[in-house]
């Protein structure tokens, strides 16, 4: 599960951008959209937290970037990611349970709920769970910020790589 976020080339833009060089593309971009990916991963984790026994969950949102050579694409995946594992002791049913807790595999079942069902090997009836919407409420509550801030980051790094490139020295 993850929200994304991506600046979506125009063909004007990706034009205008590709006549600036390459640098934008590898630098100014991927900066901006860091950049405005912190007010979504803050939001995220502060709607999570109640609903997070362990803090596993709201210590894991982060973010992974991939960038897109071809269409000047940078793409910002937000969520739980991996290699947050901790070992987790509870009692349940009159008996102790030793597991690994990762995010990774509940995050889901806790933005979008869950219907009742049977737990297998526990004959046991499972009562279904809330859905919770972190992850959807975040993208909501910051999405003019989140656009915001890659505007800002771009709106000053840009002119100023123009400039060096009109000068003819290399950006």
Avoid: C
Wanted: glycine fraction near 8%.
């Amino acid at each position: 599960m993850s929200v994304g976020m991506t600046i979506q080339g125009h063909q004007e833009l990706n034009r205008m951008l590709s006549r600036l060089g390459p640098e934008v593309f590898r630098k100014d971009l991927p900066q901006a959209t860091v950049w405005g990916a912190k007010p979504l991963i803050k939001a995220m984790k502060e709607n999570v937290r109640p609903h997070d026994r362990t803090g596993a969950l709201r210590k894991s949102i982060g973010r992974r970037q991939k960038k897109y050579k071809q269409s000047l694409t940078v793409f910002q995946a937000i969520g739980p990611r991996t290699g947050f594992e901790r070992q987790h002791t509870y009692e349940f049913l009159g008996r102790t349970w030793n597991t690994t807790i990762r995010p990774t595999m509940y995050a889901h079942l806790l933005e979008k709920g869950s219907k009742p069902h049977k737990q297998p090997g526990l004959n046991f009836q499972h009562p279904g769970t809330q859905a919770t919407f972190f992850a959807r409420r975040a993208f909501i509550q910051t999405n003019q910020a989140v656009i915001a801030g890659i505007t800002n980051r771009l709106s000053q790094s840009i002119p100023r790589r123009a400039y060096r490139l009109g000068r003819g020295r290399a950006a």
